[in-house]
């Protein structure tokens, strides 16, 4: 099978799922060890029997619903090649928008900022890549992600200060912190979303929270005062209909210029809020 064929077969075994294009090459160019335009220049170039064997296989879990990132285990997030399992939440481009949020805020100085909930270490490693100087920390619950962020920063070269734990409790005495940044379990345990797509694949403990959502977020907004800095920023992703909640409870909480940012789809997406010991 040549590569026009084995593209033009994927698009048409995978339609009318979420994404047969973006699908189709994704899994066509980690086969091959290239990028989409060597799919467009070489079409007549043939697979190996053991290449073709492999996507066989790959669309056959593909069409089961298991995620791509899964399948080829990899997983790009602010340009930076990252490694996937289903230990962790699969990295998505709305949440690029709380690293640039976060990058927004930082002082031109060296910092130290902590990313709690760090997974494959996304968020951290995306802020450690933009600026190296700073000491950034991250944390998760899971042995298994703590892991894997310890293999996505030594193989990308970004060294982090990494925890295992639940959010605050594994970082004893240090900070303060100039920001701190997570994106939490924000779902409801009732959400029909969770039965659908590649969010059935990823950990429940990643993605759901009590108190339709907020309890995790609740926590992290009442006790990251105790570990900002002065005028420190906290920055929260957070579901799409949950930004008038989220920002109620920082400002019940004390914090200042609490505003909620939205995503590439126009959706509210992260909220944050500055933390003054003396407002």
């Given at each position: 099978m040549q590569i026009g064929q084995a593209r033009a077969w994927l698009l048409a075994e995978l339609a009318g799922g979420e994404?047969?294009?973006?699908?189709?090459?994704?899994?066509l160019c980690h086969l091959l060890g290239c990028d989409r335009g060597y799919l467009m220049t070489?079409?007549?170039?043939?697979?190996?029997?053991?290449q073709h064997q492999t996507l066989v296989q790959w669309l056959a879990r593909r069409q089961a619903g298991e995620p791509v990132a899964h399948i080829i285990g990899v997983r790009e997030f602010w340009s930076l090649p990252l490694n996937v399992t289903p230990a962790t939440?699969?990295?998505?481009?709305?949440?690029?928008?709380?690293?640039?949020q976060a990058l927004a805020r930082l002082p031109a100085t060296a910092a130290?900022?902590?990313?709690?909930g760090t997974g494959t270490g996304a968020i951290a490693l995306a802020i450690k890549s933009e600026r190296p100087h700073d000491e950034v920390w991250a944390v998760d619950a899971s042995a298994d992600a703590v892991a894997l962020a310890?293999?996505?920063?030594?193989q990308l070269?970004?060294?982090l200060t990494l925890r295992h734990g639940s959010w605050f409790a594994p970082l004893g005495d240090a900070g303060p912190f100039d920001?701190?940044?997570?994106?939490?379990?924000?779902?409801?345990?009732?959400?029909?979303?969770l039965g659908q797509g590649d969010v059935r694949f990823e950990p429940l403990s990643?993605?759901?929270?009590?108190?339709?959502?907020?309890?995790?977020?609740?926590?992290?907004?009442?006790?990251?005062?105790?570990?900002?800095?002065?005028n420190g920023w906290l920055l929260l992703e957070h579901g799409w209909q949950q930004g008038d909640a989220v920002r109620q409870l920082l400002a019940d909480a004390g914090y200042q210029a609490v505003e909620t940012v939205r995503d590439y789809g126009d959706n509210d997406r992260v909220t944050l809020g500055r933390w003054s010991a003396r407002r």
């Open positions: 994404s047969p294009r973006a699908d189709a090459d994704v899994l070489w079409p007549e170039r043939e697979l190996t029997p053991l939440l699969i990295p998505r481009p709305d949440t690029e928008v709380l690293v640039e130290r900022v902590l990313d709690l310890r293999q996505n920063s030594a070269q970004l060294p920001l701190i940044v997570s994106n939490p379990p924000y779902i409801d345990a009732s959400d029909p979303h990643a993605l759901v929270a009590a108190d339709e959502g907020l309890a995790d977020l609740r926590h992290i907004i009442d006790v990251a005062r105790l570990h900002l800095a002065e």
